[in-house]
C-alpha cells in the first residue's frame, strides 16, 4: 500500500475533480434557469392574486414543502400511507440494502434510533445474503462450462461464451429490458429507466425517481414483489460484475509490471512454472477465479490458519542438539557437545586397553617361536634330562650342598608346565 497509496489518492483527487467539472457545465446552467423561473412564477402569482402577499406565499409553500418532507403528496386528492405493511418492507429493504432513496425516510426519535440498530445488524446480514447469492450465480456458470467441456469444445471457447453469457445475461435482464418495463407502468422515458436502474443497482439511491410510489397509478399487484425481487438480483450480479473487473485490471496491472520489470533489468522471461501440459484438459472453468476454489466458510479458513500456524518449516542449515529435541523438524548432531567429549575420553581408554592387549599378545608369539626344537633338546642332554614319556624338560645346575630348589615355569595358555628347573647339592668328590 505504501507504493500505491500516493498514486491511487492522486487518481481519486483527478477523478472528482474531472467528475466535479463535467457535473457543474452540464448541471449548473439548468439550475440558474429553474431558479429564475420559480423566480418569475412567484411574481405571477402575486400579480394574478393581489390580495395574497409575498409573506402569505411564502408561508404557503413552507407548509406544502414540510408536508412533502413527511412523505404526503400535495398536489391531487389521492394520498398514498408511505408507512402501511407493503412500503414498511420496501423502506426496510432500502436500509438493508444500503440504496436509501431519501424519498421515505422516519421523523420520530424511535423511528430514527431503530433504524440504527436495525441497519447495524441488517446491513451485514444483507451483505452475507448476497455474495452467497453471486456463489451460486458462479456455480451456475461452472456447470455450464463443465457440459460444454464435456462436449468437446476447446477451454478458449468455453471461457469465452461463458465470460458472454455473464455479461449480457447482467446487462439484459438488469439494466436493458427493465426500462421498458418502466416506460409501460411508470410513465418514464427509456434514459430515465435506465438511469433509475443503475442508481438503483449501484446503491446511490438518489431517490428522485422510485419505482411503485406515484399516488396518481393503480400498480399491478405483483409489481413491487418483481421490483423487489430484480433489484435483489441485480445487487448480486453487479457485485460480481464489478469483483470481476477489479480482477481483471488488477491482473493486467501485474502483467504490466512483470514487462516493465524485464525491460527494466534485461532479463530473460522466467518459464512458466505453472503451464502444465496441454494435453490434459480441465474438466471446469471458472471464470471467477477471484473467488474462492474451495467450498469454505468463515469458520473453515480460522481452522486452515490454525493448521499452518501449528506446521512448522524446518530451518535450513540448523545443528542443534538432542537438549533440544522438543524442537520439531531441526536437523541434529548425532550427540552433544558434552556426550561427544565424554565419547571420545572413553574411546582414547579404550584404545590404550586394546593396543596393551595387542602388546601382550605380540610377546607370547615371540615367546613361542623361541621354543627349543629337538636338535636344541640333543645339545642340551648332557645338562638335563629330557623324558620321552613326558612332555616336561628338566634342566639341573650345580649349586652349594645345602641349598636346593625347584622352580616351574607356567605355559603361556594356562596349560600343564613343560619346563621344571631343578637347583640340587653337588657332591664333592675329593
Known amino acids: 500500500m505504501a507504493d500505491k497509496g500516493p498514486l491511487l489518492t492522486s487518481c481519486i483527487i483527478f477523478y472528482l475533480s474531472i467528475g466535479a467539472a463535467v457535473f457543474q457545465i452540464l448541471e449548473e446552467p439548468n439550475w440558474m434557469s429553474v431558479r429564475d423561473k420559480y423566480i418569475q412564477q412567484k411574481e405571477n402569482i402575486l400579480k394574478n392574486y393581489q390580495c395574497l402577499t409575498l409573506e402569505d406565499l411564502d408561508e404557503i409553500l413552507e407548509v406544502a414543502s414540510e408536508a412533502a418532507g413527511q412523505g404526503v403528496a400535495i398536489t391531487g386528492d389521492n394520498h398514498r400511507n408511505t408507512w402501511d405493511w407493503v412500503n414498511s418492507v420496501i423502506f426496510a429493504a432500502t436500509i438493508v440494502t444500503t440504496i436509501g432513496y431519501g424519498n421515505v425516510a422516519p421523523k420520530t426519535k424511535g423511528g430514527r434510533l431503530f433504524c440504527i440498530l436495525y441497519g447495524l445488524c441488517g446491513i451485514p446480514l444483507c451483505l452475507v445474503w448476497l455474495s452467497e447469492l453471486g456463489s451460486f450465480f458462479g456455480d451456475r456458470a461452472k456447470r455450464l462450462s463443465q457440459v460444454m467441456i464435456r462436449k468437446g469444445i476447446s477451454v478458449k471457447k468455453v471461457q469465452f461464451t461463458c465470460t458472454a453469457l455473464f455479461l449480457l445475461w447482467g446487462l439484459l435482464v438488469h439494466l436493458v429490458i427493465p426500462p421498458f418495463v418502466f416506460m409501460s407502468v411508470e410513465g418514464w422515458t427509456y434514459l430515465e429507466g435506465i438511469y433509475f436502474s443503475f442508481i438503483t443497482l449501484t446503491t ?96 473453515t479458513v480460522i481452522k486452515q490458519i490454525g493448521i499452518t500456524a501449528r506446521i512448522k518449516k524446518a530451518p535450513e542449515n540448523i545443528n542443534r542438539s538432542k537438549s533440544c529435541s522438543d524442537i520439531l523438524a531441526i536437523q541434529t548432531l548425532e550427540h552433544s557437545p558434552r556426550r561427544k567429549r565424554m565419547i571420545s575420553i572413553s574411546e582414547a581408554f579404550l584404545n590404550a586397553k586394546i593396543d596393551e592387549i595387542e602388546q601382550e599378545e605380540a610377546l607370547l608369539q615371540q615367546d613361542n617361536l623361541q621354543e627349543l626344537d629337538s636338535s636344541d633338546v640333543e645339545k642340551i642332554k648332557g645338562d638335563g634330562v629330557f623324558g620321552a614319556e613326558s612332555d616336561v624338560l628338566e634342566f639341573s645346575a650345580s649349586v652349594n650342598a645345602d641349598e636346593k630348589e625347584e622352580e616351574n615355569v607356567q605355559h603361556p595358555d594356562g596349560g600343564a608346565t613343560r619346563f621344571t628347573i631343578c637347583k640340587v647339592a653337588e657332591e664333592n668328590s675329593h
Open 204 to 299: 446511490v439511491g438518489f431517490g428522485d425517481y422510485v419505482a411503485g410510489v406515484n399516488p396518481d397509478i393503480q400498480y399491478p399487484r405483483l409489481y413491487r414483489v418483481c421490483a423487489e425481487i430484480w433489484i435483489y438480483m441485480g445487487l448480486a450480479w453487479l457485485s460480481l460484475f464489478f469483483s470481476w473487473n477489479v480482477h481483471m485490471v488488477v491482473e493486467a496491472q501485474k502483467l504490466l509490471k512483470k514487462r516493465r520489470h524485464r525491460r527494466r533489468h534485461m532479463i530473460e522471461p522466467e518459464p512458466l512454472v505453472e503451464k502444465q501440459n496441454l494435453d490434459i484438459k480441465p474438466s471446469v472453468i471458472d471464470i471467477f477465479n477471484f473467488l474462492s476454489e474451495k467450498e469454505e466458510d468463515y469458520s
